[in-house]
């Protein structure tokens, strides 16, 4: 019995301090504006953030101008032959079995509009799946249900949380209950810089990236199906078991987004928010260090003066 309470006790020690390295290793990057994140109650796209994402939210607007245009054309149509063809304004109707030009119109005009828009969207597909060169990489593993981050070329990782997750609560926050928005949660979430209106959404552990950089994200998954999800960006890709996909993205605006898992994974699902922070590049250099030696424990080098 007591072997088992000292083996408790060292794991909360460790997940406490855990914990606090989280909290450290994301300090001297808060303050950033909140661009990429639901609003309740409103409509349309998110603020682009990036090139991908520009380009689909075009794609979009072309396409919802043709389809409108295409529901006025029909509806206009339909309302003139109701008026033009009823029983009172044409009482003796015609009788044909077709109508050769009429057929091959209805044929050829959609298939040149598919064809218009297949050759602005092919190129917006093709974008997004043809990686680039990456400036950093970013190993993506989804889990039920958090997110495991690996920055390949640096020899580190961390997990990601949902704030309010039994694993981000330490002794000082001896009043927040797990997943329950209160007062107490609230003065958690302010405590890492975030508000009421992020519940849900903010992550103990962000994933930090300097602006302007080729991002290339490696995404998988550890047990079921999973998706990494970016709206502001622009970007979705599942993370299957045994399998390693590509996504890329190079963010164009300071400021934390915030995304969500896009594959119903259990029950905890709406629990796997993800946030990232896009930073200068001083400020991503500086954040790096702290990281190594927080979540790796890489000694940094350090000038030592000469008693000579």
């Known amino acids: 019995m007591r072997l088992l309470s000292y083996f408790s006790g060292l794991m909360a020690a460790t997940l406490a301090v855990f914990t606090s390295f989280a909290a450290f290793a994301q300090d001297g990057i808060d303050g950033l504006e909140i ?112 997110w495991g981050y690996e920055y390949v070329d640096e020899g580190f990782g961390f997990d990601s949380y949902l704030l309010g997750h039994p694993a981000t609560l330490g002794d000082e926050d001896g009043d927040v209950e797990p997943y329950v928005l209160n007062a107490a949660m609230e003065a958690r979430l302010e405590r890492d810089g975030y508000s009421r209106d992020e519940w849900l959404l903010a992550t103990d552990n962000a994933v930090v990236v300097p602006i302007g950089k080729t991002i290339v994200m490696q995404v998988t998954g550890a047990d079921v199906i999973h998706s990494w999800a970016m709206p502001a960006f622009g970007v979705k890709q599942d993370g299957v078991p045994g399998r390693l996909a590509e996504l890329w993205f190079a963010a164009e605006r300071e400021g934390i987004y915030f995304g969500q898992c896009s594959e119903l994974c259990g029950k905890d699902h709406s629990y796997m928010p993800i946030t990232v922070k896009v930073v200068s590049q001083a400020a991503y250099d500086a954040w790096l260090q702290r990281a190594k030696s927080e979540f790796a424990g890489v000694p940094q080098n350090v000038n030592v003066a000469s008693n000579d």
């Open 35 to 146: 661009v990429g994140a639901p609003i309740d109650g409103a409509l349309g796209f998110q603020p682009a953030a990036t090139e991908l994402a520009r380009d689909q939210q075009w794609l979009d607007g072309m396409v919802l101008v043709i389809i409108t245009a295409i529901v006025v054309f029909v509806t206009a149509l339909l309302a003139y032959i109701i008026v033009r063809y009823n029983a009172r304004m044409n009482g003796t109707p015609a009788r044909f079995t077709h109508n050769s030009p009429l057929e091959v119109a209805w044929t050829l005009i959609p298939i040149v509009i598919l064809v218009f828009i297949g050759a602005f969207s092919l190129p917006v597909l093709f974008k997004q799946q043809e990686i680039p060169e990456a400036d950093i990489t970013i190993k993506v593993t989804g889990y039920q249900w958090y």
